[in-house]
């Protein structure tokens, strides 16, 4: 049992919430704790500790760090300093999967055993303003209290919890409700200068604020490439969309400034308008005195998740120096747009963005948890990037074993499960650095129309997904990550059974084809719809364990769209048995699919792998 002295009792409950330790361990030991430098100095020897810290969260981290080495040493010594005044974690609500009200409480107490001292809530329409009735409705929107709730829990730790929202564009569910037509420029982008566009921001600035308990606030601007080209072309005629962006900022900035807000912004598109190619971040573009002077007081964050060089990021936060003297980098934990977190392309990003961030001085830095495409990365496979980016911040020379002891020690289970899920997408033998996400290619090619199936030829699917499904046989996690490792293992299963089903009809369009392989179709078909049952209760449960009702009606949709599949392309054959149907898709030319396949086999969306047809237009 460990005993924490020079703690007050509500210092005390959070410090044992983040110990992974079991307090009726063999651990016996009392630790006396006392405030002091930014960061945090540990001392054991025998049965006394010592606990130094500077800041709340510094508690935190330096409490999971000493419970975690106790386990392992009577006698040490340790020592860490943050490189950062602000080291935070972005977690995505906005893209069908709204976490729990307590699993943000459980991000909140992971994070603060890392040593994140903010997080910040991407939130777009998922939150409420009592004016605006429809904006986040039926998506699982919170509530003004249950983001206050979620704010005072993160106080409690050490861990600031600011609010990130659109003032521009990515705004294209609020804009699917007629309510809001009047304060609509194109389907992702608010009309700039309209009245109503102004009272509609001053109503979502008062709600997304009111609730917390920072003046910090992110009114995002990224990527409004339709700016002023829909119904303000109409009404306006043509106008430069620098001028456009730079009104509306002024616009939102004066309205925070009467909120008493703090605000930042993305800064890809000052970039993207002044580029002559219109080219996000393009290397050629500089910004004089006189422009940075014209700029009304904002923070510009630069997001970058790409590159794997030092020296790019090292060029653009020259550049964003001449935009802002608040230069924020935000760099990616690859949770999106795939089925598990790309972790040989996080780890190589995080090096370079988070090394270049520190030799340019660059003081606030933040790790984005994005869940693109239908938000099919459970929140717990996040864990394992959260700890590889927070490495960074208090340690000059970060190894894989610095990462690896950390996170064993403060989360209190072996990393190997996490480090283990670059294995369903990754057939590099390296950085998957294009991002190829093939369990998802595999889990929604269509098993006639098969229109990966030349680029699918590049991979070992059989040997990568057997080693895999036995790896994580043999693993072992905490507690409460269970079943998120049972989802993974049958997600492996599945896409094998899958890959197994696409081959086995594809043999059906030879020229020789014969009963026999109808039959090995059919048996082939019947195992992968077996496991697409297995697979999507496993992903109801662990959604549910997660994530609000909302958005689950789309896994619904496209897994059990795989099913019912599975039950027409059977039927088909049986039909192609018969002499009544010629399964002309299978004799298509072959040819390899063109989209998005920069890297060994290609990168798809759902609604790119599924079908050539539109699935809603």
């Known amino acids: 049992m460990i005993v924490w002295r020079g703690l007050h009792a509500e210092q005390v409950q959070a410090v044992k919430a983040v110990c992974a330790v079991d307090e009726l361990s063999d651990v016996e030991l009392t630790v006396d704790c006392r405030p002091g430098a930014a960061g945090v100095a540990l001392t054991r020897d025998g049965s006394q500790a010592t606990l130094i810290y500077g800041s709340k969260v510094d508690l935190m981290r330096g409490a999971a760090l000493l419970a975690g080495k106790a386990t392992q040493a009577t006698t040490f010594e340790i020592e860490q300093r943050p490189q950062f005044k602000v080291m935070a974690a972005m977690l995505d609500v906005a893209r069908n999967g709204v976490p729990t009200v307590a699993m943000l409480k459980q991000m909140i107490q992971r994070l603060a055993s890392m040593g994140y001292n903010e997080l910040w809530l991407y939130l777009e ?64 982008t608010l ?48 106008t430069d969309q620098q001028t456009l962006i730079l009104a509306q900022l002024k616009m939102v900035v004066g309205l925070t400034k009467e909120l008493g807000l703090k605000a930042y912004m993305w800064s890809d598109l000052w970039f993207t308008f002044a580029s002559p190619k219109h080219e996000m971040y393009d290397p050629d573009v500089h910004f004089d005195a006189d422009f940075k002077a014209s700029l009304p007081p904002v923070g510009q964050v630069y997001w970058d998740y790409y590159h794997e060089d030092e020296q790019t990021y090292r060029d653009r936060f020259a550049q964003h120096f001449e935009l802002s003297d608040d230069v924020v980098f935000a760099g990616g934990i690859w949770t999106w747009s795939a089925l598990a977190p790309n972790q040989s392309k996080m780890l190589a990003t995080v090096k370079a963005g988070l090394n270049a961030a520190k030799a340019s001085g660059v003081e606030q830095v933040v790790a984005t948890m994005w869940f693109d495409d239908g938000a099919e990365v459970p929140l717990s496979a996040s864990w394992y990037g959260l700890q590889a980016f927070a490495a960074y911040q208090y340690h000059d020379d970060v190894q894989p074993a610095t990462i690896d002891d950390e996170y064993a020690l403060t989360q209190g289970e072996s990393p190997e499960f996490y480090k283990l899920l670059d294995q369903f997408d990754n057939f590099t033998k390296g950085i998957n650095a294009d991002a190829d996400n093939v369990s998802k290619i595999v889990l929604y090619e269509d098993l006639l129309l098969q229109r990966y199936r030349e680029n699918l030829q590049k991979a070992d699917i059989s040997t990568q997904y057997q080693a895999l499904i036995s790896a994580l046989g043999k693993l072992q996690v905490r507690a409460d990550n269970r079943l998120t490792l049972t989802f993974y293992r049958q997600l492996a299963q599945t896409v094998l059974a899958k890959s197994q089903a696409l081959q086995a009809v594809a043999k059906l369009g030879a020229a020789d084809a014969a009963d026999e392989t109808a039959t090995a179709a059919l048996t082939a078909i019947t195992a992968c719809k077996q496991a697409l049952v ?15 009702g909302n958005g689950f009606e789309i896994i619904d949709v496209r897994l059990g769209g795989q099913i019912a599949r599975c039950d027409t392309v059977s039927w088909r054959i049986k039909a192609w048995q018969a002499g009544r149907d010629d399964l002309a898709e299978l004799h298509e030319p072959l040819l390899p699919m063109d989209k998005r396949s920069n890297g060994l086999i290609g990168h798809g969306l759902y609604k790119e792998i599924v079908s050539a047809c539109d699935i809603s237009f």
């Open 191 to 238: 009309l700039v200068g309209a009245p109503a566009t102004k009272t509609f921001l001053t109503h979502l600035l008062r709600a997304a604020s009111a609730p917390f308990i920072t003046n910090k606030i992110h009114i995002g601007m990224d990527e409004a490439y339709q700016l002023g080209r829909g119904s303000y072309l109409d009404q306006n005629g043509y």
């Open 534 to 548: 297995k697979l999507l209760g496993l992903f109801r449960e662990v959604w549910q364990q997660q994530r609000r």
């Open 125 to 188: 329409d998922l939150f409420e303003i009592p004016e605006e009735p429809y904006f986040g409705r039926e998506r699982g929107r919170y509530s003004q209290a249950q983001l206050h709730e979620v704010a005072l829990y993160g106080d409690r730790f050490g861990v600031k919890i600011v609010p990130a929202v659109q003032t521009l564009a990515h705004v294209h569910n609020a804009l699917k409700w007629d309510a809001h037509h009047a304060v609509k420029d194109t389907d992702d």
